[in-house]
């Protein structure tokens, strides 16, 4: 049975739902005529560049990246690695693939300084590692001679410490000190020669003023970069492998967290360590530095260039290398007002700098600079 719709005398036929479109089209055509033909449409926004995704933006506040020096040809250049300031102005920096320490003046000369390798009968290589100077010495992590300490004045090269309780270490990465002057270091698994397959996790260890060397945490999958805050109170870690980063707060009494937590001058224990900052893709951080804002800076192996973290362990942006180099494994902060990131290409054996919003936590000579609020 047919059905109607309407009031009074007019009423209409409900039309198919196939012909009710086909009057709708017609009358949006027409409307779309009015305009008539000379009528030009509006062209279509022009492509932009699109950020692969998970890949932040430029920080904020970051100058031009320029190459400061390129040492490729040279056997101080082979692959990349540390980084430190002394009070003069030079950035030293070591060679893995040759156990080469060497620096490059203010205006880019490179100065080649010792070999820590032994000799070649030995058969053995040092692998020089992470760099920093305290105290007018120059600390070194090597994967296969623990941490040694170089003296400019006497131009000696001597052991600190290669064994823990009588072990080897599994190959000593990167260190940094404390306000107190501990020395804190990274030791992951498999790069050195005392590795075994029971135990495949790596560690943090302290070498305390009073010359006492403690592990003071374990279970990371690859350790690498470490930086203690501008306040004195966390440490930071690059979990490499995990492509995270862990932030282990010093205890350092009572709080609403751990109010049985007493006091550590000694900064050998934890109230608390929790992982953090996942970096994109397979990144791997590396070096890291703080920035006296409390800013974290992270050189990212496998992604070619350097994030910056803020306090909150966010990423606030990513500054790429210009060649493309892949291994960027470490960097310094320096130059005028110590405002200057000085990153390493490894594979490429080229340097690079760019202007940073504020200035590095660690200053010339290894001198730790005031925290800014």
Same mark, same amino acid.
């Given at each position: 049975m047919r059905r109607f719709v309407g009031t009074g005398t007019k009423r209409l036929r409900c039309l198919p739902i196939a012909g009710l479109a086909l009057v709708l089209?017609?009358?949006?055509?027409?409307?779309?005529?009015?305009?008539?033909?000379?009528?030009?449409?509006?062209?279509?926004?022009?492509?932009?560049?699109?950020?692969?995704?998970?890949?932040?933006?430029?920080?904020p506040g970051v100058g031009p990246v320029e190459k400061f020096?390129?040492?490729?040809?040279?056997?101080?250049? #082979?692959?990349?690695?540390?980084?430190?300031?002394?009070?003069?102005? +030079?950035?030293?920096?070591?060679?893995?693939?040759s156990g080469w320490v060497s620096y490059l003046t203010p205006d880019g000369t490179l100065v080649p300084v010792f070999n820590c390798n032994p000799p070649p009968e030995l058969g053995q290589t040092c692998e020089p590692q992470g760099t920093r100077w305290h105290d007018g010495k120059l600390y070194l992590t090597t994967r296969h001679r623990g941490i040694l300490v170089y003296?400019?004045?006497? #131009?000696?090269?001597?052991?600190?410490?290669?064994?823990?309780?009588?072990?080897l270490f599994k190959g000593p990465n990167d260190l940094d000190f404390d306000a107190e002057? +501990?020395?804190?270091?990274?030791?992951?698994?498999?790069?050195?020669?005392?590795p075994n397959?029971?135990?495949r996790t790596g560690a943090i260890y302290q070498y305390a003023r009073d010359g006492v060397v403690r592990k003071v945490m374990d279970g990371g999958l690859f350790p690498n970069g470490i930086a203690v805050s501008p306040d004195n109170t966390v440490l930071a870690i690059g979990d490499c492998a995990?492509?995270?980063?862990?932030?282990?707060?010093?205890?350092?009494?009572?709080?609403?967290?751990?109010?049985?937590?007493? #006091?550590?001058?000694?900064?050998?224990?934890?109230?608390g360590v929790r992982a953090g900052t996942y970096v994109p893709g397979s990144g791997c951080p590396d070096g890291i530095h703080y920035d006296v804002k409390g800013n974290l800076w992270a050189a990212i192996a496998r992604l070619g260039g350097i994030i910056q973290i803020d306090p909150r362990g966010l990423i606030l942006g990513?500054?790429?290398?210009? +060649?493309?180099?892949?291994?960027?494994? +470490?960097?310094?902060f320096g130059g005028p007002d110590n405002q200057y990131i000085y990153l390493e290409g490894a594979n490429s054996g080229t340097f690079w700098r760019f202007k940073v919003p504020y200035p590095g936590l660690i200053g010339p000579g290894g001198v730790r600079l005031p925290a800014q609020p």
């Open positions: 089209s017609g009358i949006l055509a027409a409307l779309a005529g009015l305009g008539g033909p000379s009528q030009a449409q509006t062209p279509a926004p022009a492509a932009t560049p699109v950020q692969p995704w998970g890949l932040p933006p430029l920080p020096a390129d040492v490729s040809d040279t056997p101080q250049g #082979k692959f990349l690695e540390g980084g430190a300031f002394d009070s003069q102005g +030079n950035l030293w920096f070591v060679a893995i693939g003296d400019p004045q006497t #131009k000696e090269v001597q052991t600190l410490v290669y064994t823990y309780r009588n072990q002057g +501990n020395l804190f270091f990274t030791d992951p698994w498999g790069t050195g020669p005392g397959m029971s135990d995990a492509g995270r980063l862990w932030y282990a707060t010093f205890t350092t009494g009572p709080t609403l967290g751990c109010p049985q937590c007493t #006091k550590d001058p000694l900064h050998l224990t934890f109230q990513f500054v790429p290398v210009p +060649n493309g180099d892949l291994a960027t494994t +470490n960097f310094a």
